[in-house]
């Protein structure tokens, strides 16, 4: 195990587009800063600003694209280059494949994540007016829920690219969560008078957890106390169900 994590890792230091999307993600960091900062210039003083808060999770949405198709890339090679054969040859078993390449994944996503959370962070403390307009109680909880999110991308994206075993799979992970939100929001406005199920759809999909998150960032107030609860726990859903119903199947399949 400790070997395919080191060999993961080791291409992941080595891959030119790894650091290429780093620093398109810094780039884009301070991007969406400036945004900020030029829409607050044509705000009268009445109106709401953006403040550091607002921004601090601004690359959030757009990392799960990154994470979907540049460390899926890793995952995929194994079976395009038909490596992961020679690594059932030398011993190593499928379930120490699979949950190598997930941490590889953890890894790497971890690293986005806090690379924009860290560039977001500096940018908006220099532009948007410095650290006392960081000012929400809430913060920790929504550090931590981001976390939560990132592992759940993560999983997702490895399950998939597990499951199809090509270049196509890093693509899919990312259109399932799309087509996800869609469907999820036409479920909500189906189910509009039912409070409760609209919650837990929107609970139950990343991306509409990833909104009510940036939301919540937004206003500086905690989500629902169902939501505060519940969106954790479908996070954690993801991150455990995902890899053990993939073990199975990855157990299961016939590589040629």
Known sequence: MKRLISEGFAKARNAKRF???TWI?????????LLNYAINEHLAESESKAVLSDVIFGMLGNQSLFMAIVPAMFVVRDFTQNTVRNKIICGHSRTNIYVAHLFCFYAVAMFYHLVATLASFIFGAVILGGMNSLAHGCMIYYSIHSVLLILAYSSMTVFV????RGVSGAIIAYIINTLLSTFGAIAMLALNDHEKLVDLISCAI??????ELLHGVSVGKYPSELLRYAMPVFALAYIIGLPIIGVRIFKKTDLK
Do not use: E, F, K, N
Request: with cysteine; hydrophobic share 60%.
């Open 19 to 21: 650091w290429i999307c």
């Open 25 to 33: 993600l810094i780039g884009l960091s301070l991007l969406q800063v």
């Open 161 to 164: 690219c597990m499951l199809l």
């Open 206 to 211: 990343l991306d509409m957890q990833t909104s």
